[in-house]
């Protein structure tokens, strides 16, 4: 087996793996945290908001994803919802931040500042 026959085969088992960063879209509960912590927002929005992030540049958000991690984050009692009519047609659901939820995205900043650390010390010793 070649060198380069090597290489490729080892370059399309790495595609999928996570050093590729495939595994950032767990983030997505921080970041729809993030983005009501700037006001609230309809899911729609929250959906083309996070689509356009780099963290999802190959897997973009659907919106049933982000609408199931609303749901759940509803149900968890870190965002409320509720339904808005403004116009002729069905309404849109506004969700916003509750307390809770500010205070679990506080958490998931003191998280990420750790993770920071960590990430800054295995670079140094590369």
């Known amino acids: 087996m070649s060198m ?3 290489g490729a085969c080892l370059m399309q088992d790495l595609k999928n793996c996570a050093c590729t960063g495939k595994t950032l879209p767990k983030l997505l509960r921080p970041l729809i945290l993030s983005r009501l912590a700037q006001g609230d927002s309809h899911g729609y929005a929250l959906t083309e908001h996070l689509r356009h992030l780099a963290v999802f540049a190959e897997q973009p958000p659907d919106h049933t994803g982000v609408y199931r991690a609303l749901q759940a984050m509803e149900a968890e009692g870190l965002i409320l919802s509720d339904w808005e009519h403004l ?3 069905p309404g849109k659901r ?3 931040l509750t307390p ?3 205070a679990c995205l506080k958490k998931w900043k003191q998280t990420l500042e750790e993770y920071r650390r960590t990430i800054d010390m295995l670079l140094a010793s590369l």
């Open 4 to 6: 380069s026959h090597i």
């Open 87 to 89: 116009k002729p047609g």
């Open 94 to 96: 506004r969700y916003r």
């Open 100 to 102: 809770k939820g500010a």
